[in-house]
């Protein structure tokens, strides 16, 4: 019951939301996995480990295919390259159970979420 109450509750946030919101939200919780991951490598748990990453790399995903290239093409040209960056470390984190790949994808998603959250608050 409670968690059918706080799944409709997730629905209605998401929906209600600002797009710019729920953009932020997805780089934190992108962020969050890059972070998990880490921790999942360092611990040689590779469930853990692709589980993050993949959620991670779902997200960038997402995010890809959200991009207008008509409305802006530069600007979605330039955030497609770097998701496309973002997405290669990702995989090379997990093929290689390597962290330093993730160093680079935190680095570009810290980042844009920073810009993203910037813009946010503009009037």
């Known amino acids: 019951m409670f ?3 706080a799944s409709a509750y ?5 929906t209600s939301a600002p797009k710019s919101e729920i953009v932020v939200r997805l780089f934190t919780r992108c962020l969050d996995d890059i972070a998990a991951a880490r ?3 360092a611990a040689k748990d590779v469930q ?3 589980n993050a ?9 997402e995010l890809r295919a959200a991009l ?7 600007l979605a040209a330039n955030l497609d390259a770097l998701y496309r960056f973002v997405g290669d470390q990702l995989s090379m984190a997990n093929l290689k159970l390597d ?13 844009l979420a920073d810009a993203f959250a910037t813009v946010r608050h503009q009037p």
């Open 3 to 5: 968690a059918r109450a």
């Open 10 to 14: 997730r629905q209605i946030d998401l």
């Open 39 to 41: 921790t999942a490598i």
């Open 48 to 50: 853990a480990k692709a």
């Open 53 to 61: 990453i993949d959620h991670a790399s779902r997200i960038v995903v």
């Open 68 to 74: 207008d290239h008509q409305a802006a093409p530069e």
């Open 99 to 111: 962290a330093k790949p993730l160093d680079g994808a935190t680095r570009v998603m810290t980042e």
